[in-house]
């Protein structure tokens, strides 16, 4: 109870401090509130088709509204040895549990369905998505219980996620991403084809995107117990952030060509200003896009 509380009182702090606002749906449903056309394909029912809009264009379009019921969303955390490590600041875990906490605060604020699935090479607790506010307590429970340990195999946990998920929704993933990357951009591509919008905070220590230490040192797995090596870090500095570099670019590459979300995030960075300065990112970028398509769009 004791970590509970704690997590909660840094949760409201920073939630209080740095982040207010509502959201619109990220889905589309039949109410009565119209807000796009998109192109008619088969399987589409028939009775959705703008008639009047075919009249003008000789095109069949679909009309779609703004969706009555709020979001669901699944918040899933990286719970794998790697996520362990914190040199000059938290762990990368801790880092993830607070930044998760804030979320689904802020969404339960709002009367959306947050659920938290904990993972590492199996899924380790799962706390299925509600939207009342006391749901909150359930969450940090959950959270609380995270233990770094195992070995990361996100790729295949992905494909299971989908038998947690009632509907479509956005699932939210913090995760240090040090898996194969083909297998997890695989694994995203086919949530992001069953309709899901996906979100991934990268999260990093300082330390592993600079590698600043100068001594020899012994650098210890924290996935693979007894698996260790001793080296003069200068030696392979230059080689090392120049493979880091690439990871960080295949994987951010990756992400946009299957439309999932990147934030990279460096544990380093106050997670109030963080989740702040992304969500005012990410809302700019939707009105934008809803700007760049007036004929057929008046969404909100």
């Known amino acids: 109870m004791e970590r509970i509380d704690r997590l909660e009182m840094v949760a409201t702090r920073i939630v209080d401090g740095f982040l207010s606002g509502r959201h619109s749906s990220y889905r589309k449903g039949g109410c009565v509130e119209f807000a796009e056309h998109r192109p008619y394909s088969p399987g589409d029912e028939i009775r959705l088709i703008d008639w009047r809009v075919f009249a003008r264009s000789d095109r069949h379009y679909i009309k779609q509204f703004e969706e009555e019921t709020n979001l669901q969303a699944l918040l899933l955390v990286d719970a794998s040895g790697s996520m362990e490590f914190g040199h000059s600041t938290v762990s990368k875990l801790r880092y993830a549990q607070v930044a998760c906490a804030c979320l689904s605060k802020l969404m339960l604020g709002q009367a959306d369905a947050v659920g938290v699935a904990v993972v590492d090479s199996i899924i380790r607790s799962f706390t299925p998505a509600r939207s009342n506010p006391s749901h909150f307590g359930a969450l940090l429970e959950g959270l609380s219980k995270a233990n770094g340990g195992g070995e990361t195999s996100l790729a295949e946990i992905l494909q299971q996620v989908t038998t947690l998920i009632k ?76 493979q880091v570099e690439e990871f960080l670019a295949e994987l951010k590459e990756g992400c946009g060509r299957i439309r999932c979300d990147y934030a990279p995030i460096s544990t380093d960075q106050p997670i109030g200003d963080m989740l702040a300065r992304y969500l005012s990112r990410r809302m700019r970028r939707t009105k934008v ?12």
């Open 289 to 300: 896009i809803h700007r760049a398509n007036p004929t057929f769009s008046i969404r909100k």
């Open 167 to 242: 509907r479509r929704g956005l699932i939210i993933i913090f995760s240090d991403c040090f898996d194969n990357l083909e297998a997890l951009l695989n694994a995203l591509s086919c949530l992001r084809a069953r309709g899901h919008d996906l979100l991934l905070f990268h999260i990093m220590a300082p330390e592993e995107l600079s590698f600043p230490f100068v001594k020899w040192s012994r650098f210890e797995c924290l996935e693979v117990q007894g698996r260790r090596v001793d080296l003069d870090p200068r030696v392979i500095r230059k080689r090392y952030i120049q």
